[in-house]
């Protein structure tokens, strides 16, 4: 059993310690995305307070279409604080037109290209424009969940997140002590029985303290996932008294963007209730945004809030929270014209798995109880790192000269009953994890054994 458990180990460590090593640290440099940006984007962000009054929505609505006059204005978002500027998201252009501020807004222009245009509040002055997928951190997440290949980069992470897990299971029934009452070697790591020992006791007495950080870091980030996220998705968006989530392109044909990585920006996908459209009423005119906002404050929306305009005769005002506290999250939709709710869905609203899972996701990126939440992100982060590298250093040192330095096959083992059962779980859970299992048993038991130049490795 435990020469079966080594082996497991050993190829879970080979497939998944070159994602543990790259999710460690992109991990890490999102926690602080905030800051980060705060800092990069500061001329874009922040404004010098004024005693002037602000201007209100639709002027700052007129004067970025008036900038932009190849497209039209998507979302909007006001300006909360003395020092906030407002922003507006642009659709995608009807044809390439002249842009403001930064080197990547004016690279911009491509059909098909988001746009948000920051605003001083003020005056109307377009201050610049960015494109949302450019930013470092949209950057830096892009390749920590996806690789910056898509679906498939997003395929090979959750399969590498699996495998994190067997990586897991099988390192504590490794470390797990064989006798009563022993202390070195599995609570404190051995100093003084020689490098190789040390080296082995660095990697396996640090991983029983991280196993849980790592449990739930694998966890949370799962609603990210290609497969297990869809399933989450349709769990936790169904309850006996029907979906709990909004889905915001039924609202709007170009559906504002939550900041990357919320817990909205996941719920947003989550399978939605009804399709509320505004009365056509010829000759009203719609509601203004300043009322749209009176609205949303008295609903008790959560600053900051974004609203995304009606698109159409029958399109409605759609406002979400964009809080960075998942137990603000809030959908409301208004009629374009009278201002009536049609729709309303409160945090409270949400299932007990959506609940969980948004709280999940907000611990997972730092967001749940600001710099104590992101510096305990960061702990489990370099963490992780540390296990990754002194496995590979573990492996490295003690692998035969020009060989792999797998652990033997056992041969004639049969695995007993628990070990099944757990197999079978994770093969449930991680539908991928599960499919590679069983192509690696294949492959393991019937195909390496009739390949003479690897039988050795």
């Not at 990586?167 to 470390?175: C, N, T």
């Not at 209730?273 to 906002?293: H, K, M, N, Q, Y």
Request: net charge positive; glycine share 10%.
């Amino acid at each position: 059993m435990y020469a079966a458990m080594w082996r497991w180990h050993f190829c879970a460590g080979l497939f998944a310690l070159p994602f543990l090593l790259m999710l460690s640290i992109t991990g890490a440099a999102y926690l602080f995305r905030v800051e980060v940006e705060n800092w990069l984007y500061r001329e874009l962000l922040y404004v010098p307070p004024r005693h002037s009054p602000k201007i209100s929505g639709d002027e700052v609505v007129a004067a970025v279409q008036k900038a932009f006059p190849g497209r039209s204005v998507a979302s909007y978002v006001p300006s909360f604080s003395p020092e906030d500027t407002a922003k507006a998201a642009l659709s995608s252009p009807s044809g390439s037109e002249h842009e403001h501020g930064t080197n990547a807004a004016r690279r911009s222009g491509r059909r098909g290209t988001s746009l948000e245009v920051f605003v001083d509040p003020y005056d109307g002055r377009i201050l610049g424009s960015q494109v949302p997928n450019q930013r470092l951190m949209k950057r830096i997440r892009d390749f920590h969940g996806r690789l910056t290949a898509g679906p498939i980069g997003q395929a090979i992470v959750e399969l590498a997140a699996g495998w994190m897990f067997i990586l897991l299971i099988s390192g504590l029934y490794l470390w797990f002590p064989r006798k009563k009452g022993l202390v070195w070697g599995t609570v404190l790591p051995r100093l003084r029985k020689g490098k190789r020992i040390l080296v082995r006791d660095l990697h396996a007495v640090p991983a029983a303290y991280f196993a849980m950080a790592l449990c739930f870091q694998i966890v949370s980030g799962m609603p990210w996932t290609f497969v297990n996220g869809k399933l989450l998705r349709v769990l936790a968006g169904s309850s006996p008294e029907g979906p709990a989530i909004a889905q915001p392109e039924r609202f709007h044909s170009q559906p504002p963007a939550a900041p990357a990585g919320s817990s909205q920006d996941w719920l947003a996908d989550m399978k939605g209730a009804g399709s509320p459209r505004s009365s056509a009423s010829p000759g009203v005119d719609r509601l203004p945004i300043s009322r749209v906002v009176e609205i949303a404050e008295a609903e008790h929306v959560a600053h900051p809030f974004q609203i995304a305009l009606p698109a159409g005769e029958t399109g409605v005002y759609s406002i979400r929270s964009l809080s960075t506290d998942p137990r603000d999250t809030f959908y409301l939709h208004l009629d374009q014209y009278s201002g009536r709710v049609l729709g309303r869905i409160p945090y409270s609203d949400l299932t007990p798995l959506a609940q969980g899972i948004a709280a999940g996701i907000a611990i997972h990126e730092g967001r749940m109880w600001g710099l104590p939440n992101r510096f305990a992100g960061l702990a489990a982060a370099a963490g992780c790192f540390f296990l990754a590298l002194m496995g590979g250093v573990l492996w490295w040192s003690r692998r035969p000269k020009g060989r792999l330095g797998a652990p033997r096959r056992v041969e004639n083992f049969v695995l007993p009953r628990g070990v099944v059962i757990l197999s079978l779980i994770l093969g449930l859970m991680f539908p991928l994890v599960g499919a590679s299992m069983i192509l690696l048993v294949v492959f393991d038991r019937l195909i390496l054994p009739r390949i003479a130049a690897v039988r050795s490795v």
